[in-house]
């Protein structure tokens, strides 16, 4: 049995390098991407505070204008496919940058796949300089993510921890 789960009011610094270290631990000897963002994504799920929703949305290989399908994922069953430049997560996507919403109402054309959801993090994922997929995180408090959780994110994201999620 795994049990990464970090004490309460663990700071976010510390969090995150756990984070990463439980990623690294998790994922060094599997080849198979789904395998690996589903254990990133419950990962995800079991060290951050006040999220609702944790998990991928994969740049769908079969599309011709880039669509993104849904999983893995931890959380509410959600929409399963987002038209690229839609919404936060197709917004991420288009441009290969983290979209940081403290208020997702304010955000134009986003997706509401649960009313609860206020704020929202997604990190795209980039293989060769390709959009392969987005890391999207939702909370149902208004600013839940800052800066030090978007550096967190980023680092999940980045080459060296994220090679093994890109073998799909
Ligand atoms: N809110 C997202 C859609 C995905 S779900 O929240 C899981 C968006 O606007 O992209």
Redesign the pocket.
Known sequence: MYDFRPADGTPKPELYRDLLSAADALTADETDGVANMANVAALLWEFLPDVN?TGF?RTDPNSEDGELVLGP?AGRP??IR?PRG?????AAAARGETQLVPD?HA?PG?????SE?AS?L?VPVLRDGDVIAVI?L?SPRAARFDEEDRDGIEALRSEEHTSELQSQ
């Not at 839609?86 to 197709?90: A, H, I, R, T």
């Not at 986003?110 to 649960?114: E, Q, S």
Request: with cysteine; aromatic share 18%; net charge negative.
């Open positions: 929703w949305y994922f959600a929409c987002i839609k919404g936060v997560c197709g997702v955000f986003h997706i509401a796949c649960d959801t929202e997604v999207d939702d």
